[in-house]
């Protein structure tokens, strides 16, 4: 089996600036926390522990689900692998190419047409112009925007961006897929065409991560579930 | 990363001036309006020839609009960017390359007002002219690695962008751009070497006026390029990988 990413005693502190008086206050904190642990750092400032020392393999084919309370460090930990924050301590590898589902709306612009968004978010997915061009058809065709698509996005209903955001972001070949909640958008319709187009494009890749609350979906797509709470692991389990 | 600075840098640009009729042409209405409006008076006060006085004024004001709002903007340039470093992984340069650029292209607007002037009062000769993008290319490297200093450093202490801001403002008054160094009596001439924005102002704005190259201003400009980018280099590897954390 080829091990597409490994983490070996991962651990993420957020420093937390503007808190180094008051201790009696961080220490209530800490009591009540029911997030990442608070800790101290070496320099005595106080941090917030979201993922403790984690340590896993994830292999070409796996389809892992995240779950646990909000807090418990799912989100970070598709950061992390997503490479935006460094781990602080411990060390990660990741072999393959990654395509984060993360924020598909980041970079879209109301005030430019439905087109010019599709360039702007085929850009920030890392995507080349003329790779775009070729999929411009294919995308404004599924999110059905018709033509509005030569329209600002100003005036199209939430549900027509939603749905254009999707489209692009699940218009590519990805390696490794990282997602927070499976994806959907528009009405009923939409939403059963868009579980299709995702279902697809999550088979044909190599791994999968995702983080849910929906547990039956969870149990749906992925062949081991990572439960997760404090920033630790509290169990894993394959299928 | 293949350029996308260039296209998210035109994009803010676009924002900013969207259904305004003449568009980003307003940057260089602005500096023609301040220019007209400053340059005969000035001129007048400081006892100069109202040729004289409107050229140095529109080229020094120009040049050093492109170099405040570099240096001013960088506090921001991660800060400003938090929604972006948080949820895709771009290299940091993309977003200190897209401050650079979108002021660039600022600067290619206010150069129409500064072609107009040059043509309406010719300077004495255009020896060195070809000198002048030597300069620029110098101010905007040094302006690369200050930008991203600086924007480290104010994503970690919020008090830079204010002090910055401070000086920045002084620094207007205090740099030969309203007045020349020629108005100063010539023993007190040395005051404007200590003067960093002075040097980096003067490598563009010497050739474009047909004055005579001042080689303290190139070494200096050439070798805080040199130091200013070690200096960044180093504090880039080793905190590179905080500044989503700082944000």
């Known amino acids: 089996m080829v091990q597409l990413i490994t983490a070996r005693n991962l651990s993420v502190d957020f420093p937390i600036f503007g808190m180094t008086s008051n201790r009696s206050f961080k220490k209530s904190l800490i009591n009540i926390a029911t997030g990442g642990a608070l800790a101290k750092d070496a320099s005595n400032r106080v941090t917030v522990r979201a993922l403790d020392g984690l340590s896993f393999d994830f292999y070409e084919g796996d389809r892992i689900g995240l779950v646990g309370h909000n807090g418990c460090g799912k989100s970070t930990l598709l950061q992390v692998l997503a490479g935006i924050y460094e781990p602080t301590s411990g060390e990660l590898t990741v072999d393959g190419r990654i395509t984060s589902m993360l924020g598909i709306t980041l970079g879209m612009d109301a005030e430019v047409t439905g087109l010019d968004n599709i360039y702007l978010r085929g850009r920030l997915m890392g995507l080349q112009r003329k790779t775009i061009d070729g999929m411009v058809d294919e995308i404004a065709d599924f999110a059905g925007i018709g033509e509005f698509l030569h329209l600002p996005m100003r005036t199209y209903s939430s549900g027509m961006s939603m749905r254009l955001a999707f489209a692009v972001a699940t218009s590519v070949e990805a390696e490794i897929i990282l997602m927070d909640e499976w994806l959907s958008a528009g009405d009923a319709d939409f939403a059963l065409k868009a579980k299709d187009r995702l279902t697809a494009l999550v088979s044909k890749a190599r791994l999968v991560v995702i983080a849910s609350h929906d547990l039956s979906m969870i149990a749906d797509q992925c062949n081991t579930v990572i439960h997760l709470e404090h920033g630790k692991i509290l169990s894993m389990t394959k299928k | ?247």
């Open chain 2, 1 to 247: 990363m293949h350029g996308i600075w260039w296209g998210l840098a035109w994009q803010e640009i676009k924002q900013r001036y969207r259904r305004s009729v003449i568009g980003p042409f307003w940057i260089a209405l602005s500096t023609a309006v301040m220019v007209s409006g400053m340059g005969p008076l000035y001129g007048i006060l400081f006892g100069q020839a109202v040729s004289n006085y409107v050229q140095h004024l529109a080229v020094s004001l120009i040049i050093w609009t492109f170099i405040s709002a570099a240096i001013n903007e960088a506090g921001t340039v991660f800060v400003g960017a938090e929604g972006y470093i948080k949820q895709v992984n771009l290299p940091l340069s993309v977003y200190v390359l897209k401050l650079i650029s979108r002021n660039l292209l600022m600067l290619a607007h206010n150069c129409t007002v500064m072609l107009f002037v040059l043509i309406i009062f010719p300077p004495d000769n255009f020896n060195s002219i070809w000198m002048a993008p030597f300069g620029l290319l110098m101010v905007v490297c040094n302006l690369f690695w200050l930008v991203l200093l600086l924007g480290m450093l104010s994503a970690r202490y919020r008090d830079i962008p204010q002090l910055v801001s401070n000086i920045i403002q002084v620094a207007l008054f205090l740099t030969p751009i309203i007045w020349s160094i020629e108005m100063l009596p010539p023993g007190r001439r040395f005051l404007a070497d200590f003067n960093p924005l002075f040097h980096f102002i003067e490598v563009v704005r010497a050739p474009l006026l047909g004055k005579s190259i001042y080689l303290v201003s190139w070494l200096f400009v050439f070798i805080t390029m040199l130091g200013g980018s070690i200096l960044t280099f180093l504090v880039f590897k080793k905190f590179r990988s905080r500044v989503p954390y700082w944000l």
